[in-house]
């Protein structure tokens, strides 16, 4: 199976029968702990099938469990109808999917009002039913989010409606058998416990050791990697940054491919200040670069439902106007070497189709980097906060 690629190349990655079905012996198990050995469960089966997540969570696991109904969307246009016609009772997706569906909720209906009618003890009900099932999320039992960083305060914001949506984390390097949030021990922002089988550290330098029996066997032609990518007693080096608190819940703090340094001498994990943007409404993505500027800056695509009014002159200013407010409040929350000095606004929005996403909808961040390269420096002459690419 193939790596992402959202950090680079892709890596062709080889695993053999005996380590995917001891995963998926794991998968099952834990899903049986948490939907039960029912006899109708129900999923929806979209990312691409040869993404290891949709083959280990989906296909195989379907195969040993036997009794799960597998649906297939027909494209992302029709994701909704075809989650209404499948009404799953497991549904694990990636942030950005997350994302677009509470901006979908908040595009007919301002957070504000939402959260006022939410607070109501018998309206709310209501209308936590009704979101739900306008979804097609009302008959799910398990939720997830995995893949990339998901900010926290969506996961609260799913908890509020009365979707218990939970964190896991795991690699195409131990066939997405790694960590899983539970219903006795999570928090938001951190990505769960071992699986069964798994054993996890972290390094002196602080970066996430992982032994699974779902383990690689290495990298398709690649032995040079292979010496790379294992300690000496056998734990794959994650090349994420974490902590891991006393009871296994673990936090995600960075990638360590993705830090950069500014001109200042100082290292920036841009994936924590971009969960921070991604909670506002009207951004749908961001990424946070700088390599060898003098400060960070962030690059956001706008929500869907306000791309194509920004023509008008109205929604332009208050567009510029929330997110200068948003962005010293974000600022606020960072160190000084992490402070942002501008966000700037893209001018089209980042698709599978223009090579700006993988096909599992992760941001190819160098590939972003290098689109804008040329415009980067006159940026940083500009003399405002926010303005457009």
């Known amino acids: 199976m193939y790596t992402s690629g959202s950090t680079g190349q892709p890596k062709g990655v080889m695993h053999n029968f005996e380590r995917i079905s001891a995963a998926t012996e794991g998968i099952v198990k834990t899903l049986k702990e948490t939907l039960g050995d029912r006899d109708d469960n129900r999923i929806l089966s979209y990312l691409p099938l040869a993404h290891v997540f949709e083959r280990a969570w989906v296909g195989a696991s379907s195969l040993v469990h036997g009794k799960t109904h597998v649906f297939f969307a027909e494209s992302l246009d029709s994701f909704i109808q075809d989650l209404n016609r499948a009404k799953p009772t497991m549904f694990i997706s990636v942030p950005r999917l997350w994302l677009k569906f509470q901006q979908g909720v908040f595009s007919k209906m301002p957070p504000a009002k939402l959260n006022l009618l939410l607070s109501l003890p018998l309206i709310g009900g209501l209308v936590r039913k009704k979101i739900l099932k306008g979804l097609g999320l009302d008959q799910v039992i398990v939720a997830g989010s995995g893949s990339a960083p998901i900010p926290a305060e969506l996961i609260v914001w799913y908890r509020k409606l009365g979707l218990n949506l939970l964190e896991g984390y795991a690699m195409t390097e131990d066939f997405a058998y790694s960590h899983n949030s539970t219903e006795a021990i999570n928090a938001p922002g951190c990505v769960g416990v071992p699986l069964e089988g798994v054993q996890a550290r972290i390094s002196e330098e602080g970066e996430i050791l992982v032994k699974s029996p779902g383990q690689m066997v290495g990298y398709y032609?690649?032995?040079?990697?292979?010496?790379?990518?294992?300690?000496?007693?056998?734990?794959?080096?994650?090349?994420?940054?974490?902590?891991?608190?006393?009871?296994?819940l673990l936090k995600i703090t960075g990638r360590v491919k993705e830090l950069f340094k500014t001109s200042k001498g100082k290292y920036v994990a841009p994936a924590p200040i971009e969960n921070k943007l991604n909670v506002h409404p009207m951004i749908e993505m961001s990424i946070v670069s700088g390599v060898s500027q003098p400060s960070a800056y962030a690059m956001v695509v706008l929500a869907e439902d306000i791309r194509p009014k920004v023509h008008e002159p109205e929604v332009k200013a208050q567009v510029e106007s929330e997110l200068t407010t948003f962005l010293a409040q974000v600022n606020s929350e960072l160190a000084d070497y992490e402070k942002l000095r501008m966000l700037v606004i893209a001018n089209e929005a980042w698709s599978i189709e223009n090579g700006f996403l993988t096909p599992t909808m992760k941001i190819k961040r160098s590939r972003i980097e290098a689109s804008v390269e040329s415009q980067v420096a006159s940026w940083y002459e500009k003399s405002g906060s926010v303005f457009w690419a």
Request: aromatic share 10%; charged share 35%; hydrophobic share 30%.
């Open 221 to 248: 032609k690649r032995p040079d990697l292979d010496a790379e990518a294992f300690t000496a007693d056998g734990f794959f080096k994650t090349g994420d940054q974490g902590q891991q608190r006393a009871d296994g």
